[in-house]
């Protein structure tokens, strides 16, 4: 096998649990002393989302963290005498010894330095290897870091309190087996502590405890920011130890970390959460508004950590998912008490940090069974057509009018409805436009219907779909989205004559389309060393639970956001079973049973076949199940990696801890396959994914397995990978099952076990994509014009602009090396881009198709092919820069790409 570069997970919210097992001691990764220890931890996909001119810098040990700070701040004053240097937060911890320092420029009138600003972004793409560059002389300094923004979660808020049947119907514990957990093992996870890094909590919410402190549900944590913080204009935190979310609806505040409480533990005689008599902790790192910093979630974590809590839950989001984030090293090191991952429409490879980390679970969202929906009466000239239907309101409309409904175009389910202007009857005006869904975009069909004069549309699903919530951000009428059979019955009532709807604003509880299968917006593996990822899924698409009282007190939100709060809880229930049975497990033990015992849901509902590995893992958790059974496989999961670098074969160990022999047959559950690219576009990922019957043949040293009480067994697995093209890379996967044979007692459970493989080479793939790298004038990647390569480019330093490079990355790349060149194609040494910019780069993605990176005329020489760790700026002259993009598990092999001529004046 080769080595691996790529561990773990690209773009989207990340949703991070660490299940916290004390038995387990924490493994400290203290980096050698010295200066080879220094490395330049940059992962970022955009330069937005590094915090400008803030650093973390860890230290190897040795003096305090006090002294080390001091050492530290005067060498850096004497290396950058004009710049201003603040130190908004030291950590001193045993699994993390840090300073996080913040370069501020100053101007001069006299002798006195006076603050004006930031160091800019463009100031910035220099400043991250000069800093790295110039400790690395420093023995104690082990690691530099870029601060990174982490964005709040992006949820909206349906403000529904509901009766209780409907309440209950919308719980997701019956998917899960948690109600069998609470009502026959009557586990509901008291004495189990569950910290939660969110956005605050309304802990006043009677579901909620009603208080704050010792005694109370939401016993521990505190306030790392205050209200106001904001990570863009207000950037100095102010702590307190109340971690109550007071904001109010005006400031788009969603009472996210209030919710995933309520999903946790919430209680009261509507709702049950996962482990409902658990306690919490909220450490709160968002304000009102805005985002914060990734030092500030290492702070909480650390916190929560010393709290000692017994679970960590984390639901944050950061466009980030590789490794060397200070965020995923520190939950690595909080060790061997892992849970997490998240979001993804965007095809394979979308899974995010920190779930990279060692020991930190990624988890999958699968849909509720159930949703609450409104509904709307028909009433038409014939009392027969009377009836009640189901609809989801779309998103930017309040509330839809109620009124006649019309056919909004002469062609009524043509696919194409208001699309064309043209074929909108003139009868919509002043009346509600039925469509069907399909063509143009929300936005083109509800702004022509509006053009038209219809004062709302409602949509219908394409032929065989449910009820859908129809996405429109500035929507000139409201909107609502219904199934296709009620668009076609509404649509013979209205042939038939006048018809009439009263939406009446009521929620109930309804079976959703999609129950039971994974969530659209959950994320798509593997990890970028071929690994299993996601591990496991909770439901965590449309969840009803708490809300600060000031937003309604109850709502349904969407997101692995939720899913991993469940898990959470649900990994609180498994230990509260264990308690007293011996020391506890290893994490990895805890995660494996819930793999063994997981449900595997189809690809769509209705279909026969499995969906795959890299969209569920695993599968959905089986609570209940993953107490009780008696068998356990390890590992939980396998990958047979690509097909160049196979690793053929595997060895399972089945274990029976039961009190009786247990008998199963080993079989070949095969999955569907991931058709990753779009053949007419270069390897460009499919958005959303497609699938395939691709399968593999998987054979077994034995079939028939009997295993004792207390013995083990272990058989080996091996894969024939299916005979498709490699150029295709078909993402192939399944689950090795051990189907149960006449075993009444513990151990009759089927186990199963996940694996993945990829057909191909993916070394061999491309990096750049759609004709990038570009150079041009212009800054803004969603739209600029294209610098011919014969065409020479002026950058003169007093006027601009300075040249800027687009990169579409088809491909994930380690690092980006940039040699600089004179016109003549003579190497004299590198061009100093961001260090973020150019190392650790995630594939693109639809919503981020192009990255853009902008050189300030400074470049690195080199002294007899040595790279010399001084930045200077280029003499007057032309140059080409080369952008080299490093292959996908390429040691020394490169995409390589060089610029047209650059004139430097």
């Given at each position: 096998m080769h080595l691996m570069y790529f561990p773990a997970l690209l773009f989207a919210i990340f949703s991070s649990l660490i299940a916290f097992l004390s038995s387990v001691d924490v493994v400290t990764a203290a980096p050698a002393a010295g200066t080879s220890s220094i490395k330049n931890n940059a992962a970022a996909i955009a330069n937005q989302d590094i915090v400008p001119g803030r650093y973390v810098f860890e230290f190897t040990g040795g003096p305090s963290v006090d002294t080390n700070s001091r050492m530290l701040m005067n060498f850096l004053k004497k290396t950058f005498p004009k710049v201003r240097l603040l130190m908004p937060r030291v950590i001193d911890h045993g699994l993390l010894k840090a300073v996080t320092i913040h370069f501020e420029r100053t101007s001069h009138t006299g002798s006195t330095g006076l603050l004006t600003s930031s160091i800019s972004s463009d100031e910035q793409n220099a400043a991250f290897t000069d800093i790295a560059r110039a400790v690395s002389t420093l023995g104690f300094v082990a690691h530099v870091y870029p601060v990174h923004s982490v964005h709040r979660p992006d949820t909206r808020i349906a403000s529904i309190p509901l009766e209780s049947a409907d309440a209950a119907l919308i719980s997701p514990n019956a998917q899960t087996q948690i109600d069998r957990v609470h009502s026959e093992l009557r586990n509901t996870g008291k004495g189990l502590t569950v910290g939660i890094i969110d956005t605050g909590v309304d802990y006043m919410h009677p579901a909620l405890g009603g208080g704050f402190g010792p005694g109370y549900k939401v016993a521990l944590g505190r306030d790392l920011v205050g209200d106001d913080y904001d990570g863009?204009?207000?950037?100095?935190?102010?702590?307190?130890?109340?971690?109550?979310?007071?904001?109010?609806?005006?400031?788009?505040?969603?009472?996210h970390g209030t919710h995933v409480s309520g999903i946790v533990a919430g209680k009261s005689d509507n709702f049950t959460g996962a482990a409902p008599d658990a306690t919490l902790g909220m450490w709160r790192v968002f304000g009102c508004t805005g985002s914060t910093d990734d030092d500030i979630i290492i702070e909480a974590m650390l916190d929560a950590y010393d709290a000692g809590v017994d679970i960590i839950s984390m639901s944050l989001g950061d466009a980030q998912g590789w490794p060397e984030m200070l965020s995923a090293i520190v939950a690595s090191r909080i060790n061997?008490?892992?849970?997490?991952?998240?979001?993804?429409?965007?095809?394979?490879?979308?899974?995010?940090?920190?779930?990279?980390?060692?020991?930190?679970?990624?988890?999958?969202?699968?849909?509720?069974?159930?949703?609450?929906?409104?509904?709307?009466?028909?009433?038409?000239?014939?009392?027969?057509?009377?009836?009640?239907?189901?609809?989801?309101l779309g998103k930017g409309s309040d509330s839809m009018p109620s009124g006649q409904v019309v056919a909004g175009d002469i062609n009524i389910g043509s696919t194409m409805d208001a699309c064309d202007p043209a074929n909108i009857p003139r009868t919509v005006s002043g009346k509600l436009a039925l469509v069907q869904r399909g063509t143009c975009e929300f936005e083109q069909k509800t702004n022509n219907l509006a053009q038209a004069g219809a004062i709302g549309a409602l949509i219908y699903n394409i032929e065989g779909e449910g009820s859908f919530i129809p996405g429109v951000k500035d929507a000139k009428i409201p909107l609502a989205g219904v199934a296709h059979e009620t668009g076609v019955e509404l649509l013979e009532d209205i042939q038939q004559g006048e018809t009439y709807l009263t939406f009446k604003g009521q929620q109930q509880a309804a079976p959703t389309t999609t129950g039971n299968i994974v969530s659209s917006f959950s994320s798509i593996g593997p990890s970028y060393e071929l690994g299993v990822n996601p591990n496991i899924a909770g439901v965590g698409g449309l969840v009803y639970s708490t809300l600060p009282r000031q937003l309604g007190s109850w709502g349904v939100l969407s997101g692995t956001s939720m899913a991993t709060p469940q898990v959470a809880g649900a990994v609180a229930l498994y230990l509260k079973s264990i308690e007293g049975k011996g020391p506890r497990p290893h994490p990895t033990?805890?995660?494996?049973?819930?793999?063994?015992?997981?449900?595997?849901?189809?690809?769509?509902?209705?279909?026969?076949?499995?969906?795959?590995?890299?969209?569920?893992?695993?599968?959905?958790?089986?609570?209940?199940?993953?107490?009780?059974?008696?068998?356990?496989?390890?590992?939980?999961?396998i990958s047979f990696n690509d097909t160049a670098n196979m690793q053929k074969t595997h060895t399972l160990t089945i274990t029976n801890e039961g009190a009786t022999p247990v008998f199963y047959k080993a079989i070949n559950k095969i999955s569907v396959s991931i058709i990753p690219y779009d053949s007419s576009s270069g390897y460009q990922f499919t958005e959303p994914p497609v699938f395939g019957t691709e399968s593999a043949e998987i054979k077994f040293s034995q079939t028939n397995i009997q295993i004792a009480p207390g013995a083990s067994v272990k058989i080996t697995v091996s894969v024939v990978p299916p005979n498709t093209d490699p150029a295709k890379h078909i993402m192939y996967g399944g689950y090795i099952q051990l189907k149960s044979i006449g075993n009444d007692n513990y151990g009759s459970k089927d186990i199963t076990v996940p694996y993945v493989g990829i057909v191909g080479n993916q070394h061999e793939l491309p990096i750049y994509g759609n004709g990038t790298p570009q150079l041009t004038a212009d800054t803004n990647p969603e739209k600029f014009t294209p610098i011919n390569q014969n065409t020479v480019f002026v950058y003169d330093r007093k006027s601009g602009p300075?040249?800027?490079?687009?990169?579409?990355?088809?491909?994930?790349?380690?690092?980006?090396?940039?040699?600089?060149?004179?016109?003549?194609?003579?190497?004299?040494?590198?061009?100093?881009?961001?260090?973020?910019?150019?190392?650790?780069?995630?594939?693109?993605?639809?919503?981020?198709?192009?990255?853009?990176?902008?050189?300030?005329?400074?470049?690195?020489?080199?002294?007899?092919?040595?790279?010399?760790?001084?930045?200077?700026?280029v003499l007057p002259g032309k140059y080409r820069i080369g952008l080299n993009a490093l292959k996908w598990f390429g040691v020394d092999e490169w995409d390589n790409w060089t610029s047209g001529i650059i004139e430097v004046r």
């Amino acid at each position: 096998m080769h080595l691996m570069y790529f561990p773990a997970l690209l773009f989207a919210i990340f949703s991070s649990l660490i299940a916290f097992l004390s038995s387990v001691d924490v493994v400290t990764a203290a980096p050698a002393a010295g200066t080879s220890s220094i490395k330049n931890n940059a992962a970022a996909i955009a330069n937005q989302d590094i915090v400008p001119g803030r650093y973390v810098f860890e230290f190897t040990g040795g003096p305090s963290v006090d002294t080390n700070s001091r050492m530290l701040m005067n060498f850096l004053k004497k290396t950058f005498p004009k710049v201003r240097l603040l130190m908004p937060r030291v950590i001193d911890h045993g699994l993390l010894k840090a300073v996080t320092i913040h370069f501020e420029r100053t101007s001069h009138t006299g002798s006195t330095g006076l603050l004006t600003s930031s160091i800019s972004s463009d100031e910035q793409n220099a400043a991250f290897t000069d800093i790295a560059r110039a400790v690395s002389t420093l023995g104690f300094v082990a690691h530099v870091y870029p601060v990174h923004s982490v964005h709040r979660p992006d949820t909206r808020i349906a403000s529904i309190p509901l009766e209780s049947a409907d309440a209950a119907l919308i719980s997701p514990n019956a998917q899960t087996q948690i109600d069998r957990v609470h009502s026959e093992l009557r586990n509901t996870g008291k004495g189990l502590t569950v910290g939660i890094i969110d956005t605050g909590v309304d802990y006043m919410h009677p579901a909620l405890g009603g208080g704050f402190g010792p005694g109370y549900k939401v016993a521990l944590g505190r306030d790392l920011v205050g209200d106001d913080y904001d990570g863009y204009k207000n950037t100095t935190p102010i702590p307190d130890l109340d971690p109550i979310d007071s904001c109010s609806a005006s400031t788009g505040s969603s009472g996210h970390g209030t919710h995933v409480s309520g999903i946790v533990a919430g209680k009261s005689d509507n709702f049950t959460g996962a482990a409902p008599d658990a306690t919490l902790g909220m450490w709160r790192v968002f304000g009102c508004t805005g985002s914060t910093d990734d030092d500030i979630i290492i702070e909480a974590m650390l916190d929560a950590y010393d709290a000692g809590v017994d679970i960590i839950s984390m639901s944050l989001g950061d466009a980030q998912g590789w490794p060397e984030m200070l965020s995923a090293i520190v939950a690595s090191r909080i060790n061997a008490k892992g849970v997490p991952g998240n979001d993804g429409e965007h095809g394979a490879f979308t899974s995010s940090a920190p779930s990279v980390g060692k020991g930190v679970y990624s988890v999958a969202s699968f849909d509720n069974n159930y949703n609450v929906v409104q509904t709307f009466d028909v009433m038409c000239s014939s009392p027969e057509c009377k009836k009640t239907y189901v609809y989801n309101l779309g998103k930017g409309s309040d509330s839809m009018p109620s009124g006649q409904v019309v056919a909004g175009d002469i062609n009524i389910g043509s696919t194409m409805d208001a699309c064309d202007p043209a074929n909108i009857p003139r009868t919509v005006s002043g009346k509600l436009a039925l469509v069907q869904r399909g063509t143009c975009e929300f936005e083109q069909k509800t702004n022509n219907l509006a053009q038209a004069g219809a004062i709302g549309a409602l949509i219908y699903n394409i032929e065989g779909e449910g009820s859908f919530i129809p996405g429109v951000k500035d929507a000139k009428i409201p909107l609502a989205g219904v199934a296709h059979e009620t668009g076609v019955e509404l649509l013979e009532d209205i042939q038939q004559g006048e018809t009439y709807l009263t939406f009446k604003g009521q929620q109930q509880a309804a079976p959703t389309t999609t129950g039971n299968i994974v969530s659209s917006f959950s994320s798509i593996g593997p990890s970028y060393e071929l690994g299993v990822n996601p591990n496991i899924a909770g439901v965590g698409g449309l969840v009803y639970s708490t809300l600060p009282r000031q937003l309604g007190s109850w709502g349904v939100l969407s997101g692995t956001s939720m899913a991993t709060p469940q898990v959470a809880g649900a990994v609180a229930l498994y230990l509260k079973s264990i308690e007293g049975k011996g020391p506890r497990p290893h994490p990895t033990y805890i995660l494996e049973q819930f793999q063994n015992y997981a449900y595997k849901a189809p690809n769509k509902n209705g279909q026969e076949n499995v969906d795959t590995p890299y969209r569920q893992g695993a599968g959905l958790i089986q609570v209940y199940d993953t107490i009780r059974e008696r068998v356990h496989i390890t590992p939980g999961d396998i990958s047979f990696n690509d097909t160049a670098n196979m690793q053929k074969t595997h060895t399972l160990t089945i274990t029976n801890e039961g009190a009786t022999p247990v008998f199963y047959k080993a079989i070949n559950k095969i999955s569907v396959s991931i058709i990753p690219y779009d053949s007419s576009s270069g390897y460009q990922f499919t958005e959303p994914p497609v699938f395939g019957t691709e399968s593999a043949e998987i054979k077994f040293s034995q079939t028939n397995i009997q295993i004792a009480p207390g013995a083990s067994v272990k058989i080996t697995v091996s894969v024939v990978p299916p005979n498709t093209d490699p150029a295709k890379h078909i993402m192939y996967g399944g689950y090795i099952q051990l189907k149960s044979i006449g075993n009444d007692n513990y151990g009759s459970k089927d186990i199963t076990v996940p694996y993945v493989g990829i057909v191909g080479n993916q070394h061999e793939l491309p990096i750049y994509g759609n004709g990038t790298p570009q150079l041009t004038a212009d800054t803004n990647p969603e739209k600029f014009t294209p610098i011919n390569q014969n065409t020479v480019f002026v950058y003169d330093r007093k006027s601009g602009p300075k040249p800027t490079f687009m990169i579409t990355l088809v491909s994930p790349t380690r690092e980006i090396s940039t040699p600089l060149y004179t016109e003549n194609n003579v190497m004299i040494g590198y061009a100093t881009f961001n260090e973020a910019s150019v190392t650790n780069l995630a594939r693109s993605i639809s919503t981020r198709p192009v990255h853009a990176i902008t050189w300030d005329g400074t470049y690195t020489p080199t002294l007899l092919g040595i790279r010399v760790p001084i930045t200077f700026n280029v003499l007057p002259g032309k140059y080409r820069i080369g952008l080299n993009a490093l292959k996908w598990f390429g040691v020394d092999e490169w995409d390589n790409w060089t610029s047209g001529i650059i004139e430097v004046r």
